[in-house]
């Protein structure tokens, strides 16, 4: 049986507890056993982490130890899959740049804010976590992300050259879904899920359980 640990707070306004229970009942229905936190303190406990498959943080902004960023990217780099979804993943700890060089990107703007209407792309790709998936339309918040370029892209969105400095630049293609390698361990990251209702859908969630579970299965590969 595969073992995930979710550690859920920061900023209310993503809906955190929401999102964790969504996860945790997606997973639990797919055979793994969650355990929830609700303190970072989840993170003290290297040992405790080693033997994880999975590790979901969902903590928008926030502070943390730099020591237990360590742990997490010890444990990742030792197989342990990392997952997760729009500021409970890339915005989260914004003064600790070894969480966004783990976790391979970092929020930086949401023109437009909440509402806007846009398509995911799907470029060619042989990757299993979208193979079968067709673009999408979503209204929800377009996330402007500063993004590592070692990570293979799997999904982006088309920011339109509309209104505000960015868009002297033209329009640019942002990533929406990605993955890289820490060490031996898998990392996923989809920038959707401002709130729990956008990820409640059957495209998204599809998307995020193929995430979860081609994480969740690094530890198989060596």
């Known amino acids: 049986m595969k073992h995930a640990l979710i550690v859920q707070g920061g900023w209310e306004g993503h809906e955190p507890k929401e999102v964790a229970a969504l996860f945790q009942s997606w997973l639990e229905e797919d ?33 943390i130890d730099p020591q237990l960023v360590e742990h997490v990217s010890t444990a990742v780099q030792h197989g342990v899959g990392l997952a997760g979804c729009h500021g409970g993943m890339c915005d989260a700890f914004r003064d600790n740049v ?8 970092n929020w930086v703007a949401h023109p437009g804010n909440d509402g806007v209407e846009y398509s995911v792309h799907f470029p060619s790709s042989s990757s299993s976590l979208t193979e079968g998936m067709r673009d999408f339309t979503v209204v929800t918040e377009q996330y402007y992300l500063h993004v590592d370029p070692a ?10 050259a509309d209104h505000g400095p960015h868009a002297a630049n033209g329009e640019v293609d942002m ?6 390698r820490w060490g031996k ?7 959707l899920g401002h709130r729990a209702s956008v990820l409640d859908t059957p495209i998204i969630k599809e998307l995020m359980m193929r995430g979860f579970r081609w994480c969740a299965s690094g530890k198989e590969t060596f």
């Open 31 to 63: 055979g793994v056993q969650v355990e929830v936190s609700h303190t970072l303190e989840a993170f003290r406990d290297q040992e405790r982490l080693m033997d994880l498959d999975l590790i979901i943080p969902i903590w928008t902004m926030g502070q």
């Open 98 to 105: 070894d969480w966004q060089f783990m976790t391979g990107g």
């Open 151 to 160: 990570v293979e892209v799997l999904a982006t969105t088309r920011f339109r």
């Open 175 to 180: 990533p929406v879904i990605w993955t890289k």
């Open 185 to 191: 361990g898998r990392v996923y990251y989809n920038a």
